[in-house]
């Protein structure tokens, strides 16, 4: 057998990833067949597990070599031992049932008398702790933490922790040995302890109080590093064992974070500012002590003249040449801003200047920091900075720009100085970052317009729009904004030189033709703007040559190679042919919608989790709700707000149902129905059919998005799984997001299926699944709404069916993870 | 990540959003070493975790450089149980570690003697 380091070399030796893919393989065979003889002695099953590391190193599949791991881990010799179970924390994980064999031997070496092997069981417990593990070996860590090897004490304290973490209950036995633990002097053993606290305190609310009767004990340790000298075994670069200091600090701030009676404010606050003073001009850990004590300030409610130190030390930070200082400098002040938002305001050029910066962490943190300071006040000059950084980004920015777009559209709501200013924002924005409007934001622009009441902002807005898209084209949002716009107001714009009617069916001429846009989906979409345009505009153009050329124009579409285009030109040319009293009504202008809150969003972190779960519910609908149909409202999935804009087409129709049953000449039974069939791939209309095939879409569905809030995990079977994101609950309905994802690692996962089943007085509509096949970590989301009862509970029967590897699977589970009521 | 972070020019901050956590890196001449941490977590004293791990290797393996990792990634793995337990800083002396690993090489060397002659 080959040793260890020729496997390494043979590896290091190829010359091209084929040939090092062979290499791995041939040495991944012998190993698994070695595994395999009865009689491998202890020294060649060494030599596997090490063999199997470098594999695991590699990336590569391991999993057969488990069961050797434990058989090397029992062995009485040191180094065996100490390999194996470096391998077991590994390439195991608490996921998996083979943990239980390894109760056993923890439980033995636990209890050895070497510490060296109880540090390794320790070790391994604390990396790979299951709730079982857990509740199996508790008592072993406990009667280490009264051992007298420090070694053991500090390991022991950590894996506390991770046994709390994995078992809330085990709390309650540990939280007894905190007080003793904290008159340690023994750096490492505080460290574990300190983490302990701060784990109880999370995992169980009954505890808040015992802890935050220790506060003075961890006053203490921090007074005595605030104050002592020199210590050449923790100092880092002149800081007092930093690592310790910042642990001491985010303690404080667990157990005090909004408690308001705190009887040790003052000297906490005493402690803090003498830290500040005392480090104010270090450098590099100092840095990481005072970063932790500013968050702390904020975060234990102290004095105001400390917040606005705080707020001070931030804005040194971001004056500061290191980048590191300067991204969490920037992240601070965002989370800050809500307690001293004067403090932050005045160091505002400061943050707009890191807009410019070259690296992307920071402009992003600087990006939302920019929009959270923004107000009344500063939205003129916050504005044109942003859009000069619209302007000049590059496309790796993209993910930006689509923040900013909505973002600041958001807040021309909210702050605008005017609505004059308003539309020339946005009409700018359209213009040089028309490809990054999510389909809500545009929607909105155009309620705006809708609910704009003087004629003349409206006619030169439009005028602007027109202007616009003659040199700016290829803006998507731009296009569908000017489209759209001249649908609506293109006869109030006419003038006798620059604009007339035929240079207005010139326009919609361009953009049908216009094949700029690689989607095919946005192209689609363009046209069937067009083509609602151009029919909206036939019944008011007087002259009877332009109309005759929108008659033309609608007409060219209906061989169109897309069918909803097609579907849409042919029932556009027989509404053409109606009279023009019915038209007329037809093709009104549309009525303002309703105004509607928007909630911003996060580009990171903190209040994504929150926020996301509102916001596609609250954005999302707005047009939504112009056709008074309950339909429309139930499904507030991500899918429906991709396609909102859709809609508006299908709202146009809205009022006139009973015109358009004739007109289409087909067989139609009201409202509901026409908005299929116009909006025919509108998932709006979804929820109306319990299942609908994926295949009748024609519009790919969108992928959700990475911020999809974590749903309620209800089933896992390792090739899938299955959880639901609750949204609107409650008045009698629920609305829930079921979210399938793809678990394997290499495997497609094919066919998937969902059926649902309520209890016996409730209702369910379910909308199709987004995707029935998914590539591996792929997910798919799927509506779904509950009607019943008022306070009744969430109850859902799920049966999933799906295939892999040629093989069919069906499972069924239960599902009551919601805890509100209808 | 490891198309990003290489990318990324030296005078560049050391964190990287991605997904729902951060990942903290420093660059040792052509070494990377990476750190997931929590939204939370200190940025600063992630940085400072990662040095103290470096100045361990560099003295446990006199000059550490990426070979000498490969080839014996099991010491860097028993350094890295002695610093960390679950992502949580277990020792903050340098010396109380150094000890700790050499302790346990010196037992590996005479247990395997041991189990020569045994």
Known sequence: ?822 | MTAIIPLRKPKMCNVIEYKDSKLVYRRYASLFFIACIDNDENELMTLEVIQRYVEIMDKVYGNVCELDIIFNFELAYHILDELIIDGVMQESSTSEVLKRISYQEQMEQSTGIQTVYA
Request: charged share 25%.
């Open chain 1, 1 to 822: 057998m080959t040793s260890l380091r020729s496997f390494i070399r043979s590896v290091r030796s190829t010359k091209t990833i084929a040939e090092e893919r062979a290499a791995i393989r041939k040495e991944s065979a012998k190993i698994r067949t070695s595994f395999r003889d009865p009689h491998l002695d202890e020294s060649h099953r060494r030599k596997n597990i090490q063999k199997l590391l470098y594999l695991y190193i590699l990336g590569e599949p391991t999993y057969f070599g488990q069961v050797e791991c434990l058989k090397l881990l029992v062995s009485p010799s040191f180094s065996n031992k100490r390999l194996g179970y470096m391998a077991a924390m590994l390439i195991l994980d608490e996921n998996q049932e083979i943990l239980t064999l390894l109760t056993n031997s923890l439980d033995n070496d636990l209890k050895s008398p070497n510490q060296y092997i109880a540090g390794l069981a320790l070790s391994t417990l604390g990396n790979i702790a299951s709730p079982e593990l857990a509740k199996d070996l508790y008592a072993n860590v406990e009667s280490l933490l009264n051992t007298s090897s420090p070694y053991l004490r500090k390991k022991a304290t950590i894996v506390a922790a991770k046994l709390v973490k994995k078992e809330p209950d085990l709390a309650e036995v540990f939280i007894e040995k905190i007080p003793s633990l904290l008159k340690e002097r023994s750096h490492g053993t505080l460290l574990g302890t300190l983490q302990l606290m701060r784990e109880i305190f999370l995992q169980d609310e009954s505890s808040h109080d015992i802890l935050r009767k220790l506060v003075p004990g961890v006053l203490a340790h921090l007074r005595f590093l605030a104050t002592t000298g020199f210590s050449p075994e923790y100092d880092v670069k002149g800081v007092p064992d930093p690592f310790l200091y910042v642990s001491l600090l985010q303690t404080l701030r667990y157990l005090l974070e909004g408690d308001e009676s705190n009887p040790n404010l003052e000297a906490l606050d005493d402690l803090l500012t003498q830290i500040c003073a005392r480090l104010e001009n270090s450098k590099g850990p100092g840095h990481a002590v005072l970063y932790e004590a500013v968050m702390t300030i904020f975060a234990v409610n102290s004095d105001s003249s400390l917040r606005v130190m705080g707020v001070g030390i931030l804005s040194k930070f971001l004056s500061l040449k290191d980048n590191n200082t300067r991204y969490v400098a920037l992240n601070t002040l965002l989370s800050v801003i809500s307690h001293e938002p004067v403090a932050v305001q005045r160091h505002r050029a400061m943050i707009v200047g890191c807009l410019q910066d070259a690296d992307v962490s920071i402009r992003r943190r600087a990006l939302e920091l920019t929009f959270a300071i923004m107000n009344q006040q500063n939205i003129r000059m916050l504005t044109k900075e942003l859009v000069q950084f619209l302007a000049a980004t590059s496309s790796s920015d993209d993910e930006l720009k689509t923040y900013i777009t909505t973002q600041l559209t958001l807040a021309c709501y909210k702050y605008s100085p005017g609505i004059d200013w308003t539309f020339d924002t946005l009409i700018r924005m359209l213009e040089i970052a028309g490809n990054f409007f999510s389909d809500d934001i545009i929607s909105s622009i155009l309620a705006l317009m809708m609910q704009n009441r003087d004629a003349e902002l409206t006619k030169k807005a439009v005028r602007q729009l027109l202007n616009a898209s003659k040199v700016a084209y290829s803006q998507f949002g731009l296009a569908i904004v000017t489209i759209w716009s001249l649908g609506e107001y293109g006869d109030l714009v006419l003038d006798s030189q620059k604009v007339t009617e035929a240079s207005e069916v010139d326009v919609l001429n361009t953009f049908l033709e216009l094949s700029t846009f690689d989607e095919t989906s946005k192209r689609d979409q363009i046209r069937l703007y067009s083509l609602t345009a151009a029919l909206k505009l036939s019944s008011r153009f007087k002259s009877s040559r332009e109309v005759e050329r929108l008659r033309k124009l609608i007409d060219s579409s209906k061989e169109d190679t897309n069918l909803e285009v097609q579907i849409r030109a042919i029932e556009y040319t027989e509404i053409f042919g109606e009279p023009r009293s019915i038209k007329k009504g037809l093709l009104e202008r549309m009525p303002p919608p309703p105004r509607k809150e928007h909630e911003g969003a996060a580009l990171f972190g903190r209040s994504t989790a929150q926020k996301s779960v509102s916001e596609p519910a609250k954005t999302g609908d707005l047009l939504l709700d112009l056709f008074d149909n309950d339909d429309s409202q139930a499904d507030e999935s991500k899918p429906a707000e991709k396609e909102t804009t859709l809609d508006i087409l299908s709202d146009i129709f809205g009022t006139t149902g009973d015109n358009e049953k004739t007109a289409a000449g087909k067989k139609v039974t009201g409202n509901t129905d026409i908005l299929n069939l116009l909006s025919g791939s509108s998932p709006s209309a979804a929820p109306s059919a319990a299942v609908i095939p994926p295949t009748t879409r024609s519009i790919p569905m969108a992928e959700p998005p990475a911020s999809l809030p974590t749903p309620i995990p209800a089933y896992n079977d390792s090739t899938i799984s299955v959880g639901f994101v609750p949204g609107h609950v409650g008045n009698g309905e629920a609305t829930l997001t079921g979210v399938v994802k793809n678990e394997t690692s290499s495997s497609t996962v094919r066919g998937i299926s969902i059926l649902c089943a309520v209890t016996k007085h409730q209702e369910l509509e379910l909308s199709a699944i987004t995707k029935n096949t998914l590539a591996p970590g792929a997910v798919a989301t799927l509506g779904i709404k509950i009607t019943g009862k008022e306070g009744s509970k969430v109850k859902l029967r799920i049966k999933v069916g799906y295939e892999i590897g040629g093989e069919n699977v069906g499972q069924q589970f239960d599902f009551s993870g919601i805890t509100e009521r209808l």
